[in-house]
């Protein structure tokens, strides 16, 4: 069974469309982040949730939004595209953020906009 | 603002080698320090995690050391193997754990 799941595996779309993402852990953590891998692969956090709530926004543009239904998922929902966007986009989660424990990623989610 | 550095960039040595992996951060107040590899196209792999209060931590041939005040920390890799070949990326977590500040990587090929 994967432990962080990312749905799609690769999004191809225009600028200016809105498109989401769905991350997924069957670990029991309580913490879940999505981070931005960009074209030099320098990986950057963007969101902190912890049991539903946000923790950390790090500065990101608010047309992207996440929402966390229930601890196990977070989905990131994009606006109006920009071809800036076009990168990896991994989720992880940990057991909790007190620093005791490991992120584990998902496969990610490569995003092109043309 | 912390910054990790990783050195060298890419490197490329031949099967069987002993090598270290150089990861350098400028603030000091970390919650722990993690190695990852992430193979082309895939997601990262959690290879070492080190508590702050930790100096080093061992899984197979990989170790890992951490020098809290210097701010480095070095994944060691023995008797390296063709299947080691990968980016391998250290991450230092800050302000509570909540985020992974990473370096951006260093390219190891392993020659047969």
């Known amino acids: 069974d994967t432990a962080v799941s990312q749905t799609p595996k690769y999004l191809v779309t225009q600028m200016g469309n809105d498109k989401s993402i769905k991350c997924e852990q069957n670990l029991g953590h309580d913490t879940m982040y999505w981070y931005k891998q960009d074209s030099k692969k320098f990986l950057k956090i963007m969101f902190s949730y912890n049991n539903k709530e946000l923790i950390i926004n790090e500065t990101v543009p608010n047309r992207f939004s996440p929402k966390s239904p229930d601890k196990a998922h977070l989905n990131l929902h994009i606006n109006s595209l920009e071809l800036g966007d076009s990168a990896v986009y991994f989720c992880a989660s940990s057991q909790d953020f007190s620093g005791n424990y490991e992120q584990y990623f998902g496969p990610g989610t490569r995003l092109t906009v043309t | 603002k912390q910054e990790v550095t990783q050195i060298p960039a890419a490197l490329s040595v031949p099967e069987g080698e002993n090598l270290v992996l150089n990861c350098s951060f400028t603030d000091s107040a970390i919650y722990n320090l993690q190695w990852f590899r992430q193979d082309p196209g895939k997601g990262l792999t959690s290879l070492l995690l080190i508590q702050s209060s930790q100096r080093e931590q061992t899984s197979g041939r990989l170790n890992a050391s951490l020098d809290k005040s210097s701010g480095r920390s070095t994944l060691y890799i023995a008797a390296s193997q063709p299947g080691d070949s990968a980016t391998y990326l250290c991450?230092?977590?800050?302000?509570?754990?909540?985020?992974?500040?990473f370096g951006q990587g260093t390219r190891l090929t392993i020659n047969p």
């Open positions: 991450a230092v977590a800050i302000q509570g754990a909540q985020k992974l500040v």
